[in-house]
Every structure is written in C-alpha cells, then in structure tokens.
C-alpha cells in the first residue's frame, strides 16, 4: 500500500528565504509526482507535476525534483513571500490508477 | 477554459439524512475523482468514473456512492448521514490520455449536525 509521508509538518520562515519541503512515498511504483497548494478552507491548487519520465519540473520560483529510485520529491521555493504561505500537499498515483495518494501536508508560514 | 466545479459550496444536514453533492468537470475531461479531506484523516479517496463508468474505488462503506453522465459531470451520493461524515469533499477532473494530472474544485464543506 502507497504511503506518502511530508516533512516537515509546520514550517515558519522570515519573507525571502529558499525552503525546501520533503515528500517521501514508500512505492516506487509511483506513477508521477503532483505538488499542491491549499489555502484554508479551499480547494487544492496544482503547483507542478513530475511525470514519471521526468526528474524535475520548475514554474516560476518553484522547482520540485523527483527521485523514484529513493522515493523522495523536493519541493523547492526561492525567494518566499506571504503569499506563499499556505498548505502544500504532495500526491502520486500508482502505475496504472488514477487515485491519489496525499501525503498529510507542510503548513507553511511566511512572516513579512 | 473554466475550471472544475462543485455545488453547493456548503451543505448543512442532520444525522440520518441523505445527500448528493455534484461536480462538473473541465470541458473535454471524461475522468473525475471524488476524495474527502478531514483533519483526522486527510485527504482521501472515495472513487473515479471514467465514461460513466466505476473505475476504481476507495476505502469507503457502501453509504458512499456516485455517478457519472453522460455529459461527464458527476455527482456523489451519502446516506444515512452519520456526524463523522462532516467533511471537506473535493472532486478532481483529468485529462482523457496521457499523464494523470489532476485539478481539483473548491470543494462541498458538508456538516452534519
């Protein structure tokens, strides 16, 4: 069974730092790789997807990278502003299917 | 190109009741998924339609039903409200082919009293 884990689970940081957000899953049977932006009480926003031929894909100030082999996806946010601040979920389906598996999230906090 | 859509936007019901929620897709997508996002739980999947079709299904008991049209909008049914019910439900579209990405609406808040 496919087991997505983030890390960490809450993160404040000062306006203008790089962070990076971890993604683990535990199959690497992952199909592709999809980080996610949540505001509260809303619903999901597709930030970036990884196919799974891919290693990386970048928009903007985001990059996130996947590593099937470790089963690890980083999320990483150059240049933070508070309008950044948000939950960030990532998910993965398995080869094949189309359900997503979430990990539980970063909440993250960008102080101006 | 508009986006997903889900209605209502926020249901109250009481225990024991029945409820139907719906969700139009993105023009020209034929697969949606429907998941529930509690603070205990997360986010998780209940089930997807492709072409009308049950495609695959989650952990969910049988109260948990939906469809789909032939237009592909869908719609996700739960009876016999039960309080542990009260959640935010998400519906994803995506795409026929290719990769699985998914877009998501602003969800159905459901509380039951």
């Known amino acids: 069974k496919q087991e997505v884990t983030q890390i960490p689970a809450a993160l404040s940081v000062p306006e203008g730092e790089n962070l990076v957000l971890n993604c683990s899953f535990t199959?690497?049977?992952?199909?592709?790789l999809q980080w996610f932006r949540q505001d509260p009480g809303k619903g999901l926003t597709s930030l970036l997807l990884?196919?799974?031929?891919?290693r990386e894909q970048t928009s903007g100030r985001l990059n996130a990278s996947l590593d099937k082999s470790s089963g690890r996806s980083t999320l990483y946010i150059a240049a933070s502003q508070p309008g950044d601040s948000a939950t960030y979920l990532c998910?993965?389906?398995?080869?094949?299917?189309?359900?997503?598996?979430f990990g539980s999230g970063t909440r993250l906090q960008v102080q101006p | 190109k508009a986006g997903v859509t889900q209605t209502p936007r926020y249901l109250i019901k009481t225990r024991g009741q029945q409820v139907t929620l719906s969700c139009s897709p993105i023009?020209?997508?034929?697969?949606v998924s429907w998941y529930q996002q509690t603070p205990g739980q997360g986010l998780q999947f209940l089930f997807e339609?492709?072409?009308?079709?049950?495609?695959n299904k989650g952990n969910f008991p049988g109260r948990f039903s939906g469809r789909q049209f032939s237009n592909s909008r869908s719609e996700m049914n739960v009876s016999t409200l039960e309080l542990g019910d009260s959640a935010l439900y998400l519906c994803?579209?995506?795409?026929?082919?290719?990769?699985?990405?998914?877009?998501f609406g602003q969800g159905t808040r459901l509380t039951v009293v």
């Open positions: 990884i196919q799974s031929s891919q």
């Open positions: 199959d690497s049977a992952i199909y592709n």
């Open positions: 023009s020209g997508h034929r697969s």
């Open positions: 339609y492709f072409s009308e079709t049950q495609r």
């Open positions: 998910a993965g389906p398995l080869t094949g299917r189309r359900a997503l598996t």
């Open positions: 994803a579209s995506s795409p026929p082919t290719g990769d699985t990405e998914a877009f």
